[in-house]
């Protein structure tokens, strides 16, 4: 009788308390690096539209590393390097850009920290989401080397008077940022090939506080700021090793 007992009462609570069996599993760890390629987009006085400046892009390269605070948020550090540049040349209408004629280039070199937002977190176990969206913003610097360009500047056609040709005296005694902060923010998609590794596709939008990244400020619109953003396609390694998950009691 007591036997029968014990056994039902071991039977019960086998049945409540169901203990899930020993696997090998992927263990992420919290550091996870990555290489990108893709093109940065000048947007400011010279841009012709609200896509910025598009006739002529150059290549961008980065590399970034980050830690995982949880499995939804990560502390990100990126390093793009690239060129911005336009060219009022390059447009057929209006003509009064053609007959302006401004025109720039300038490297950056972007130094960011950025937080991350995995919207859907980050998953390991068998079945797992493999594309999921995040966003992400931060701060960071941009080292810049400037060359503006006005020696093709109709004065014929602006006369003495006109803003472009009272606001080009002003900007060409001003001297150019070689330093400027920016803020990064971004979306992007992560498409997960492993365990460890991604495909990530972001686009990343600069906010900035200066107006002469172009070169130009009161000869051409001293109300805006100029800006820049990036499309970018990258790989990342995440490290972390197969092991052997703890058996879980669940109810």
Known sequence: ????????????????????TSSAQFIPGKFEFGMYGGTLIYQGDLSESLLGYTHSL??????????????YFSVRANITRGEISADESTYSSPAWRRERNFKFSSSVTEFSAQLVWDLFGKTYSPGFRRLSPYFFAGAGL????????????????????SSASIGLGVDSLHRLPGVVPVIPIGAGLRYLVSSHIYINAEATYRLTASDYIDGFK????????DHYYGVT???????????????????
């Open 1 to 20: 009788m007591h036997s029968i007992c014990r056994f039902s009462i071991v039977s019960l609570l086998l049945i409540i308390y169901h203990p899930e």
């Open 58 to 71: 150059k290549p961008a390269i980065g590399v970034f590393a980050s830690e995982s605070l949880d499995d």
């Open 142 to 161: 941009t080292i810049l080397n400037i060359k503006r360009d006005w020696s093709a500047f109709n004065r014929s056609y602006f006369n003495s008077k």
């Open 218 to 225: 009161y000869s051409a619109d001293p109300s805006k700021n």
């Open 233 to 251: 396609l990258g790989i990342s390694y995440r490290i972390g090793r197969n092991g052997t998950s703890c058996p879980k009691v669940t109810l």
